[in-house]
């Protein structure tokens, strides 16, 4: 007795994979998008009102030491782990950015 996947629907799983990738990482950037927006106007609250003293040579600072790093590993798990050049993932991507 032979399992598996079908073939007449063997050829949708190299296209929904993908696609399910690319809607759940939609998902998780938008989401990720507005808590980064909600922390920056915490931020802003509080540098305004007093309780932060943060002044822009102090952000500059921060900023230079961890950007490259976290570009750096970003560009390269993003790259080997996530299927960006399939067509089927760009949709999932589109949707998921969108629905959010």
Not at 11 to 20: D, T
Not at 26 to 53: D, E, Q
């Amino acid at each position: 007795m032979q399992y598996g996947i079908p073939p007449e629907i063997a050829w949708i799983v190299p296209l929904a994979i993908p696609f399910v990738i690319g809607l759940l990482t939609g998902v998780i950037i938008r989401r990720g998008i507005k808590l980064i927006a909600a922390i920056i106007g915490l931020l802003v609250i509080l540098v305004g009102t007093g309780y932060v003293s943060l002044s822009y040579e102090d952000l500059y600072s921060s900023a230079m030491e961890v950007l490259p790093k976290l570009f750096k590993e970003a560009k390269g798990s993003a790259g080997n782990v996530l299927p960006i050049s399939a067509p089927s993932f760009l949709v999932g991507l589109g949707i998921g950015l969108w629905i959010g």
